[in-house]
Structures are given as C-alpha cells and as structure tokens.
C-alpha cells in the first residue's frame, strides 16, 4: 500500500501556499489548524474514481478532508455535489501538484498534522487505507518527542 517514492518527505511541512477551492475561497493549508487529509486523484484514473465514494466514508474528529485534482470548474462542482459540499476541492494540474507536493502518481495521500507536519503518506484505494494512513502516527511523534521540524 505504502509508496515511498511518491510525494513529500515524512517529516516534510505541507507547503505554505494558497489555493482556490471549489466556491472560489482561497485556501491556505497552513491556515488549517486541524489534522489534514489530502487526497490527490484524475478524473482519468478508474482507481481514482473508484477512490471518490470510499473518501466519503472517512470521518475522523479534528479533520480536515482536501481533494486535489486536475478537474476543470465543471467538474469540480460536480464533485462538490458528490460530497455535499463537506470537503474542499481544488483544481490543481499534475504539474503544480509535482511542484507543491512531489506528487507523480495517482491516487495518492499524504497525511499531516496540526503543526502542518506530513506524518504519513501512500497510495490509498479503500477506505480502509486511507484509515490506517490518518492512524498511523510514528514519524509525527518522534519528530514532536524531539522537537524536530524539517
């Protein structure tokens, strides 16, 4: 499940950068004060679609849910109604995410704490993936018990 060669660093701070959602707000990831889930998916990846309804499934208290994708305006607001408007959804090329985040392949999760701290990351096809990556906390407490910041 887990796929190293994909995305930031473990230990790596999400990048301090804003971002249009879906009802045109900005949004700052670091402005997000809650742990934080992003998901990185195509509209022409079959296993990123399968992915969308297994998203919806994942509630976990203090949550910040992000989808990034390289949707266009109508897209996104049609993922807006899948989700019932309870996620932010930013449209985000694939080269933008390999600049921002050292994202290739797709679907993709990376997983950072409230300090904006990415703890873990991997591909994700189930929810039950993407449950063990939220849960999966080793990286983010030993950079804490150090006092440790990339």
Do not use: W
């Amino acid at each position: 499940m887990k796929n190293v060669e994909n995305g930031q660093k473990i230990g790596e701070l999400i990048p301090d950068k804003s971002y249009i959602n879906q009802h045109n707000t900005t949004l700052n990831l670091r402005a997000i004060r809650k742990r934080k889930v992003l998901f990185f998916i195509s509209l022409h990846c079959v296993r990123c679609i399968d992915l969308l309804p297994e998203i919806k499934k994942v509630r976990e208290p203090n949550t910040e849910i992000l989808l990034f994708s390289s949707a266009d305006q109508e897209d996104l607001q049609e993922l807006d109604h899948f989700f019932q408007q309870k996620i932010s959804i930013v449209s985000l090329s694939h080269e933008q995410a390999k600049l921002d985040f050292q994202v290739y392949d797709y679907p993709f999760c990376i997983v950072a704490d409230t300090s904006h701290c990415i703890y873990s990351k991997g591909a994700a096809y189930n929810a039950v993936d993407v449950m063990e990556l939220i849960h999966h906390r080793g990286g983010s407490k030993f950079l804490k018990m150090f006092g440790k910041r990339i």
